[in-house]
Every structure is written in C-alpha cells, then in structure tokens.
C-alpha cells in the first residue's frame, strides 16, 4: 500500500509499486503504526523527498529557543557516516554523541527531529535517518 500511495504521489517511480527499493520498504515499515489510509502517506512522507525543509510553527519556536541547537546538530552532522547504525545502536550512538557534548539525549533528538521532518512528531529518529542516509 505505501509503494502504491508513494507512486501515486509522484515520490517514487512506478516501478517501486512492483519492486520496491529498500528505502521504501523502510519508509513502509516505519509507516505501519501510523498509517491509518493510503492518502496519510504523502503527507506524512513529504520532507523525505523535499529538497529543504520548512520547520512549521511549533517546531522553529523550539528550534529558535534554545541558542545551542544549531551548534548540536552542525555537531550531529559532522558525526554521520554511513552505514549508520540502526535500532538501539543508533540510540546508542546519539545517547554517546550527546554525553560528549554534555547534554541530554533530549536535547539532540528533538531539534534532529524537527530539522529533518519540521515537525516535533512523526517518524522515530532511528526511521528519520535511516531513511536518508548520512548524506541526506
């Protein structure tokens, strides 16, 4: 149903409805909880496939308050590298990262969230990440 949906948004070419790639079958996945109809997939996948982001209200207030998130996610994203880790080691990994800078899981997880998705809620990080990719 997502590769269908996905195709029917224009996100992802016809043959993805057949054989999907393995990013769709992760965005698939991540969708199983949250996905109650085919037409909540585009609007729930829009800022996997948009060139920039827009954070809305609510997640630039939150992004804005805090004068240090740039500084942590500019530090988040000199530490990616591919193949990223996945499930608990993920959160492993972003719990170290946040120990190193002397914060709290909190405090990346959320601003990561919303400069990826510009929204407070939606994926889990761990889906938000493997979705894109290191390089993304």
Do not use: Y
Request: glycine share 6%; proline share 5%.
């Amino acid at each position: 149903r997502v590769a269908r949906a996905l195709v029917a948004a224009g996100f992802v070419d016809a043959g993805e409805e057949q054989h999907p790639s393995p990013r769709t079958r992760r965005i698939a996945a991540a969708l199983r909880e949250r996905m109650r109809k085919d037409a909540d997939v585009a609007p729930l996948c829009a800022w996997i496939f948009a060139r920039s982001i827009e954070p809305d209200e609510k997640a630039r207030a939150v992004l804005v308050k805090d004068a240090e998130n740039a500084a942590r996610l500019e530090r988040l994203a000199e530490a990616l590298r591919e193949p990223l880790p996945d499930g608990e080691e993920f959160s492993a990994w972003l719990k170290q990262l946040a120990a190193e800078l002397g914060t709290g899981f909190g405090k990346i997880a959320a601003p990561a969230r919303m400069a990826l998705t510009g929204s407070q809620s939606g994926f889990e990080l761990v889906d938000c990440f493997a979705i894109l990719g290191a390089a993304e």
